[in-house]
């Protein structure tokens, strides 16, 4: 099992610019979640899936819009970047009843 | 969601016993306790979850005293590769969404 996978690793952008952040798992998790996570702070909750087919918004939602588009998979879309939005990117999933999460590598974005 | 106070940073030696305290004065009767721990460029990885008295597992113990208003994870003969920020979170099965709401954490450095 690869458990929860990101791409890309790293990406830099141009301010306006727009980009898709790609996220799988292969546990056959329910949950999926999106967080932000910048220099020496916690994480933020930006989006996150129930199950397949639903989202809803977390504590910092602006500027980002989601797709869960089967159950493995749950995008990550900044339609025009910001400087603000600078930051590392981590997408988690969780099995329905429990409580852990398993997390991705993360994206490294930068917005310039 | 409880919120939670950690001490901002603690340092260490190879070898040693380390228990960071978490306090969540106002956490509700249906919420678990969790910690979380995170490495450089990695995502959090869950470490140990407990909702009273004692919870040991091969990584950690985590000790609730009764009024359960702190709780203090243990990490026992700690090495280099403990170094890491450790997160406590605190939340209920009834929390809806089960997201994560991360503080700032405990960035532990253990020295040689």
């Known amino acids: 099992n690869a458990g929860v996978t990101q791409t890309p690793k790293f990406q830099v952008l141009k301010t306006g610019q727009s980009m898709t952040l790609q996220c799988a798992q292969d546990?056959?998790?329910?949950?999926m979640y999106w967080y932000r996570q910048d220099p020496g702070m916690g994480l933020r909750l930006i989006y996150y899936?129930?199950?397949?087919?639903?989202?809803d918004k977390g504590e910092v939602p602006n500027g980002y819009n989601v797709s869960r588009l089967n159950k493995r998979e749950f995008s990550l879309r900044l339609e025009s970047a910001a400087p603000s939005q600078t930051s590392v990117y981590f997408c988690?999933?969780?099995?329905?009843?429990?409580?852990?999460?398993?997390f991705g590598p993360g994206t490294r974005l930068t917005v310039t | 969601l409880a919120k939670t106070t950690q001490p901002i940073s603690m340092d260490s030696y190879e070898g040693q016993e380390v228990n960071i305290t978490c306090s969540h004065n106002n956490i509700a009767t249906n919420d678990y306790i969790t910690w979380y721990q995170q490495f450089p460029s990695q995502g959090p990885r869950f470490i140990i979850q407990g909702y009273k008295t004692k919870v040991t597992n091969e990584v950690a113990s985590l000790f609730i005293p009764a009024d359960r208003k702190s709780s203090t994870l243990s990490l026992p003969r700690v090495s280099l590769s403990d170094t890491a920020v450790y997160y406590c979170l605190v939340g209920g099965p009834d929390t809806g969404r089960r997201a994560l709401t991360f503080g700032s954490g405990t960035r532990l450095q253990v020295q040689p």
């Open positions: 899936s129930a199950s397949e087919g639903t989202t």
């Open positions: 988690a999933s969780r099995d329905q009843g429990a409580w852990e999460q398993y």
């Open positions: 546990m056959n998790h329910n949950s």
